[in-house]
């Protein structure tokens, strides 16, 4: 499979060397306005590629060398600097996705092609690309709050003592300062949340559980203050997101895609079920009343952000 990743900076060359180590694809074309910058990327990776599986890994000057493309992922556009918000990067990055979008669908086979959106603020320009592409809903799919839920497993399973992969645990709502901890959801090995600490005698309490959603939300701030950026978590979530895909794998997958038409036509990250055709069906959690207001405030102010880039 060729895929092709737009916007070869921190976070495409992250996607670049996470998708390479996988060997499900056997070729990636990596373009950048910085054609400087995508074509060291390649050399860079190419080297990197000699160790392990047999990807060829290119740079390409223009949108005709993405011909062929069946996934393209789109990491372009401004990132946030410290102290900024996502929505900050709002106005910059629309007008990268409106550069994109039109020129990746001269030159991909509109009947097949999935797009994988990265770029901030993440929902609203999962909607913008839907519209410009006219793909069908499902196959314009936005990592989402894959990489919060990730961080929430991670915090998780420090605080319960308990590998990561025995938590089943979601972010949803916004890819941003809104998104909200679906506490009511969380378990264990298949052990509801509330269970799992009585039989092993941890306290978690209201105090607690405050302190741990407050830093699913600051993890990208913290990070972004000590290294610049953030490159590694997405990377590892757009591999795991594009395998779901390539293997018609059809897990759940807290992933941003557009539901409803006009003007109720709203991306959020919601439980998805993935596969081949990229988001194939959604599914709506059962919230507690305080997270469940908390979600829908965070619908509405993705709405209102994706309205102030229509007028
Ligand atoms: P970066 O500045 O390192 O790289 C951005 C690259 O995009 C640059 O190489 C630039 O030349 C290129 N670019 C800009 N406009 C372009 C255009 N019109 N056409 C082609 N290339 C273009 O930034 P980064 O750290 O790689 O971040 C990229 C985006 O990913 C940001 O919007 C960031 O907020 C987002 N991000 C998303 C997540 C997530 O979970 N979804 C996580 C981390 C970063």
Redesign the pocket.
């Known amino acids: 499979m060729k895929i092709a990743i ?7 060359s992250a996607v670049a060397t996470a998708v390479k180590n996988t060997g499900f694809v056997h070729e990636i074309v990596l ?4 054609g400087i ?1 995508a074509r060291a990327a390649a050399e860079d990776l190419g080297h990197a590629a000699s160790f392990g599986f047999d990807v060829k890994i290119t740079a390409v000057s223009n949108y005709r060398g993405i011909r062929g493309s069946e996934i393209v992922i789109i ?6 600097k410290p102290g900024e918000t ?1 929505t900050d ?1 709002l106005n910059k ?1 629309v007008e ?1 996705i409106k ?2 979008v039109p020129r990746v669908m001269a030159n991909v086979d509109s009947k097949h092609v999935k797009i994988i959106v ?3 603020p ?1 929902d609203v320009l999962v909607m913008l690309t839907q519209k410009i592409s006219k793909l069908p809903v499902g196959r314009v799919v ?2 989402g709050t ?2 919060d839920s990730a961080r929430l497993r991670t915090i998780l399973s420090r605080q319960l003592s308990v590998s990561t992969q025995s938590i089943s645990a979601n972010v949803l709502g916004e ?1 941003g300062d809104s998104s909200v901890v679906d506490w009511a959801s969380i378990a264990v090995g298949g052990i509801k949340l509330d269970d799992f600490c009585k039989q092993t005698k941890i306290s978690l309490p209201i105090t607690t559980r405050n302190t741990i959603s407050h830093r699913v939300h600051s993890a ?1 701030y913290e990070i972004i203050q000590g290294r610049g ?3 590694d ?2 990377g590892a ?1 757009v591999a795991d997101l594009l395998r779901c895909i390539i293997n018609d794998e059809k897990r759940v997958m807290t992933v941003s895609c557009v539901s409803g038409a006009g003007k109720t036509a709203l991306a959020m990250s919601l439980p998805r079920i993935v596969g081949r055709e990229g988001v194939i069906s959604t599914l709506l959690p059962k919230m507690a009343g305080p997270d469940a207001a908390a979600l829908r405030r965070s619908a509405k102010i993705i709405r209102k952000n994706y309205d102030s880039i229509e007028k």
Do not use: C, P, Y
């Open positions: 737009i916007g070869v900076g921190s976070v495409g373009f950048d306005r910085d910058r990491a372009a556009g401004a990132n946030q996502r990067l990055n990268v550069d994109i990265v770029t901030n993440l936005g990592t894959m990489l890819h990208a950026a953030t490159w978590g997405i979530a």
